[in-house]
């Protein structure tokens, strides 16, 4: 057998192989094609839109409902070094640019040196209280490990971090385009009138995208 025969042969021994692995894959295993699975590769999230969260009362809330809004999403906790000119800043932009069609999302976390340790009840209270937020707080959640919601799993995906894509402190920032699209992430001690620039831009702006600073 000269070369060229043996490599041809070969080949086709190669391809033999390739088809019966696909078989044993494919149609031994049905659930591999199975309607489900499909769905859920079509269903994986396009933007913030796909996400729904529960308020401060335990009730469902659509992120959709933001559609057409800039957002800055932010974890938020109340006894953080940070928490006094966080909630300060936040209020100035809220109150400045929530009739021009911006909203912040709020998200308790206790992960970082259990710094939110309340109820919601009690977190919502001392937010709109002490803090005299008017944006929405929702329910107490996990933004790092094993039982972070879905939500920040997808923020994080979209716009890492420095070195690792978990969240490291309180009032780390994600910003929303109109579209439902992360376009910034920033860090915990990036002020919130720092990003007022970028805020006013995305305001101006229906593109989907955003050159903005990490």
Known sequence: MNLWSFTFTTNWISLLFLALAFFLVFFKNPSFLSSQNMAAIEESPKSIYDFTVKDARGNDVR????????????????????????????????????????EILAFPCNQFAWQ?????????????????????????IDVDGKNAAPLYKFLKSEK??????????????????????????YAPRTS???????????????????????
Not at 160 to 183: Q, S
Request: net charge neutral; aromatic share 10%.
């Open 63 to 102: 992120l959709s409902n933001y559609r057409g809004k800039v957002l800055l999403v932010v974890n938020v906790a109340s006894k953080c070094g940070l928490t006094e000119s966080n909630y300060k800043e936040l209020n100035v932009l809220y109150e400045k640019y929530k009739d021009q069609g911006f």
């Open 160 to 185: 890492g971090g420095l070195l690792v894509d978990a969240i490291k402190w309180n009032f780390t920032k994600f910003l929303v385009n109109k579209e439902g699209k992360v376009v910034e992430r």
């Open 116 to 140: 939110e340790p309340g109820t919601n009840d009690e977190i919502q209270e001392t937010a709109c209280t002490r803090f005299k937020a008017e944006f929405p707080i929702f329910a107490k």
């Open 192 to 214: 919130p009138l720092q990003i007022e620039k970028d805020i006013q831009n995305l305001l101006s702006s229906s593109l989907s995208g955003y050159p903005g600073t990490s």
